[in-house]
């Protein structure tokens, strides 16, 4: 849409202008410690790698309550479970790097399919105002654009920003971000020549060729299920889940009754398909009974199931904190070149 | 907005209890607010969450028809912790039953063909319901020669036996009920129900087959299907997974791309072939 500059002397004033009335939320906290929280506008940073966590927690917490009842006899309802309503404010994200926020739009697409629509994530999702913050210096672990993304990426953003030299640079992509921005002192501008040189000085920074596993989304689905690299892909795995926690679109999750004399709660937490217990039959037959299928399954449901449900969007966004995270070092860059090709034998 | 999460409250009814061995029980419920039968529009093949407050919700098949008025039924085995809990709650207990989810078997897609239903055990709920559903008036013509195999380890094992009485006497469907084994008082086919599909299976010709029963009657009768001229595409079954949310969200049902709860459970043989055997 419109582009715009922000001079870093009015920085502050500009995250007051946007935070107007709204919840801001922003990196704070450096390395493992930087995460996506509350904050105010004078405390924004521009220099930091990515959040530790993925920002789907802001939208669908590990731990959220979904319904409640009371079991006292001489009220009405009791026993009936009662929504508990989404509480959702408004709020605006800044600092999204374009992989997260691709992610929460994979993750969006799930919570709201062709048949339900999830009001708990809807209520947060659409909500959030997104403003992105352009990668200018992809870190070792980065491949956004082996799957489709870009360090200047743009889906599921309300506005993207880049640090430029004497302050930031905006680009607005929906008639919600062209709101808020025109609500800012921000100064028009002409950017789109120095975001395109940018773009192409970021991805040549990348070691991660463009597009390069889109050929997975073209291979027969049961030619890559049964290709017979997955036993030795699997081995090391320790089925610990922490790729899944890490993930921005992994969005499993377990529903459990909790209850006390007085009533219960239904609630639901994040879950992982690494776990036996995921698919375990009551009758004790599991279709996924071995570390070898799990493994498989969510490699297989980033790359292949995702891709075939959406359009061809991977479900991996490159983020790579699930090759940082690792505690066994499997490398999802590493499967997805095995799973661009036929391979001959196990070991590769 | 509707929260897909949240259960219609309703009241058990009637329970019965179906077998010797006092596993398989069948719960007729009511719904407590007027209007939620009407908004709880269903078609046999679909399912429902049966949930209980405080213990947790279970994914079981509708046993019966939205022809039948004024009440829902499910047969539940007892297996696990909540189905556990549920046989021992009693009439008059309040709980919820969140749906119908999943897709039912493809009636409008079938009109005009024969249709063989093929049960194995308690798989019979919604083919049960199918059943009533077809036999209805304003269903019945829509559809050719009906015929429905059902097969159970002994004659006690199976359900809804005074319908199935009543539809041999009909003469617009063919009813062939069997046991396993022998047993006293068991006048009617004895065998394995694949081996006794093979002897009653009417002609492939213009003619579907609902299928539903443990693994291992499934793909021996398909065997038998596919040898009697049947084509994959004809061929429907009902899956079952884990589940969680029945939304498709939760992410533990799926069969490769496909979730069982939201894209199925009902599916051809002819869309399974081509996906992972994971179920």
């Given at each position: 849409?419109?582009?715009?500059?922000?001079?870093?002397?009015?920085?502050?004033?500009?995250?007051?202008?946007?935070?107007?009335?709204?919840?801001?939320?922003?990196?704070?906290?450096?390395?493992?410690?930087?995460?996506?929280?509350?904050?105010?506008?004078?405390?924004?940073?521009?220099?930091?790698?990515?959040?530790?966590?993925?920002?789907?927690?802001?939208?669908?917490?590990?731990?959220?309550?979904?319904?409640?009842?009371?079991?006292?006899?001489?009220?009405?309802?009791?026993?009936?479970?009662?929504?508990?309503?989404?509480?959702?404010?408004?709020?605006?994200?800044?600092?999204?790097?374009?992989?997260?926020?691709?992610?929460?739009?994979?993750?969006?697409?799930?919570?709201?399919?062709?048949?339900?629509?999830?009001?708990?994530?809807?209520?947060?999702?659409?909500?959030?105002?997104?403003?992105?913050?352009?990668?200018?210096?992809?870190?070792?672990?980065?491949?956004?654009?082996?799957?489709?993304?870009?360090?200047?990426?743009?889906?599921?953003?309300?506005?993207?920003?880049?640090?430029?030299?004497?302050?930031?640079?905006?680009?607005?992509?929906?008639?919600?971000?062209?709101?808020?921005?025109?609500?800012?002192?921000?100064?028009?501008?002409?950017?789109?020549?120095?975001?395109?040189?940018?773009?192409?000085?970021?991805?040549?920074?990348?070691?991660?060729?463009?597009?390069?596993?889109?050929?997975?989304?073209?291979?027969?689905?049961?030619?890559?299920?049964?290709?017979p690299h997955w036993p030795f892909t699997a081995e090391n795995c320790l089925n610990c889940g922490v790729c899944t926690f890490f993930c921005p679109t992994c969005h499993c999750f377990d529903i459990q009754d909790e209850q006390s004399e007085k009533g219960g709660v239904r609630m639901r937490n994040w879950d992982?398909?690494?776990?036996?217990?995921?698919?375990?039959?009551?009758?004790?037959?599991?279709?996924?009974?071995?570390?070898?299928?799990?493994?498989?399954?969510?490699?297989?449901?980033?790359?292949?199931?995702?891709?075939?449900?959406?359009?061809?969007?991977?479900?991996?966004?490159?983020?790579?904190?699930?090759?940082?995270?690792?505690?066994?070092?499997?490398?999802?860059?590493?499967?997805?070149?095995?799973?661009?090709?036929?391979?001959?034998?196990?070991?590769? | 907005?509707?929260?897909?999460?949240?259960?219609?409250?309703?009241?058990?009814?009637?329970?019965?209890?179906?077998?010797?061995?006092?596993?398989?029980?069948?719960?007729?419920?009511?719904?407590?607010?007027?209007?939620?039968?009407?908004?709880?529009?269903?078609?046999?093949?679909?399912?429902?969450?049966?949930?209980?407050?405080?213990?947790?919700?279970?994914?079981?098949?509708?046993?019966?028809?939205?022809?039948?008025?004024?009440?829902?039924?499910?047969?539940?085995?007892?297996?696990?912790?909540?189905?556990?809990?549920?046989?021992?709650?009693?009439?008059?207990?309040?709980?919820?039953?969140?749906?119908?989810?999943?897709?039912?078997?493809?009636?409008?897609?079938?009109?005009?063909?024969?249709?063989?239903?093929?049960?194995?055990?308690?798989?019979?709920?919604?083919?049960?319901?199918?059943?009533?559903?077809?036999?209805?008036?304003?269903?019945?013509?829509?559809?050719?020669?009906?015929?429905?195999?059902?097969?159970?380890?002994?004659?006690?094992?199976?359900?809804?036996?005074?319908?199935?009485?009543?539809?041999?006497?009909?003469?617009?469907?063919?009813?062939?009920?069997?046991?396993?084994?022998?047993?006293?008082?068991?006048?009617?086919?004895?065998?394995?129900?694949?081996?006794?599909?093979?002897?009653?299976?009417?002609?492939?010709?213009?003619?579907?087959?609902?299928?539903?029963?443990?693994?291992?009657?499934?793909?021996?009768?398909?065997?038998?299907?596919?040898?009697?001229?049947?084509?994959?595409?004809?061929?429907?079954?009902?899956?079952?997974?884990?589940?969680?949310?029945?939304?498709?969200?939760?992410?533990?049902?799926?069969?490769?791309?496909?979730?069982?709860?939201?894209?199925?459970?009902?599916?051809?043989?002819?869309?399974?072939?081509g996906l992972p055997r994971e179920y």
């Amino acid at each position: 849409m419109t582009e715009y500059i922000v001079k870093e002397s009015n920085l502050t004033e500009f995250f007051q202008a946007v935070s107007q009335n709204r919840t801001l939320l922003s990196p704070v906290g450096q390395g493992e410690k930087c995460r996506l929280e509350p904050t105010t506008p004078d405390k924004i940073k521009l220099d930091f790698a990515n959040t530790h966590l993925s920002p789907k927690a802001s939208f669908f917490p590990q731990t959220e309550r979904l319904l409640a009842f009371h079991k006292d006899k001489s009220l009405p309802n009791s026993n009936v479970y009662q929504d508990l309503g989404d509480k959702a404010q408004d709020c605006v994200l800044f600092g999204l790097r374009p992989c997260d926020a691709k992610g929460l739009t994979v993750a969006n697409k799930v919570f709201q399919n062709d048949r339900f629509v999830d009001p708990y994530w809807k209520g947060k999702y659409e909500k959030a105002l997104k403003i992105g913050l352009a990668c200018l210096k992809p870190s070792p672990q980065c491949f956004c654009a082996a799957v489709g993304g870009s360090p200047f990426g743009e889906q599921g953003l309300d506005v993207l920003a880049y640090v430029k030299e004497g302050g930031l640079g905006l680009k607005t992509l929906t008639e919600a971000g062209e709101a808020l921005i025109k609500s800012t002192k921000a100064e028009s501008a002409s950017l789109s020549n120095e975001i395109q040189k940018l773009e192409q000085e970021a991805y040549g920074l990348q070691k991660a060729e463009k597009d390069s596993y889109k050929v997975i989304t073209e291979r027969d689905l049961m030619e890559v299920y049964n290709d017979p690299h997955w036993p030795f892909t699997a081995e090391n795995c320790l089925n610990c889940g922490v790729c899944t926690f890490f993930c921005p679109t992994c969005h499993c999750f377990d529903i459990q009754d909790e209850q006390s004399e007085k009533g219960g709660v239904r609630m639901r937490n994040w879950d992982t398909c690494m776990s036996s217990l995921f698919t375990l039959h009551a009758s004790g037959h599991n279709p996924r009974p071995t570390k070898v299928e799990r493994v498989r399954q969510r490699f297989m449901h980033k790359l292949k199931y995702i891709p075939i449900k959406q359009d061809g969007v991977f479900g991996c966004t490159g983020c790579g904190r699930c090759v940082v995270m690792c505690p066994v070092n499997i490398d999802i860059r590493d499967v997805a070149a095995k799973m661009c090709r036929p391979t001959q034998t196990a070991k590769v | 907005m509707n929260n897909p999460y949240l259960p219609y409250p309703v009241r058990i009814a009637e329970i019965t209890v179906n077998d010797d061995e006092r596993n398989l029980r069948t719960f007729k419920f009511e719904f407590l607010n007027p209007g939620d039968e009407e908004k709880f529009s269903y078609l046999p093949g679909q399912f429902a969450e049966l949930s209980v407050p405080g213990q947790g919700e279970i994914p079981i098949g509708i046993a019966s028809s939205p022809t039948e008025k004024g009440y829902l039924l499910f047969t539940v085995n007892r297996t696990g912790h909540v189905s556990t809990f549920l046989h021992y709650m009693k009439p008059g207990d309040v709980m919820g039953i969140r749906g119908p989810l999943g897709h039912p078997y493809p009636f409008e897609k079938l009109k005009g063909k024969n249709l063989v239903i093929i049960a194995g055990g308690f798989a019979v709920t919604t083919l049960r319901a199918a059943g009533v559903w077809l036999l209805d008036p304003a269903n019945r013509a829509n559809y050719g020669k009906i015929s429905f195999i059902y097969g159970a380890r002994g004659p006690s094992l199976l359900l809804f036996l005074d319908d199935f009485k009543a539809w041999e006497k009909r003469d617009d469907i063919d009813v062939f009920l069997c046991s396993y084994k022998e047993a006293k008082g068991w006048d009617g086919l004895v065998g394995f129900l694949p081996e006794v599909v093979k002897k009653v299976c009417p002609p492939a010709d213009n003619a579907a087959v609902f299928l539903c029963g443990a693994p291992v009657v499934i793909k021996f009768t398909q065997t038998v299907l596919l040898e009697a001229g049947f084509k994959n595409e004809d061929i429907f079954l009902s899956l079952e997974n884990r589940m969680k949310c029945g939304l498709g969200i939760c992410g533990r049902c799926n069969v490769g791309p496909e979730y069982v709860c939201k894209d199925g459970p009902v599916f051809s043989v002819a869309e399974l072939s081509g996906l992972p055997r994971e179920y």
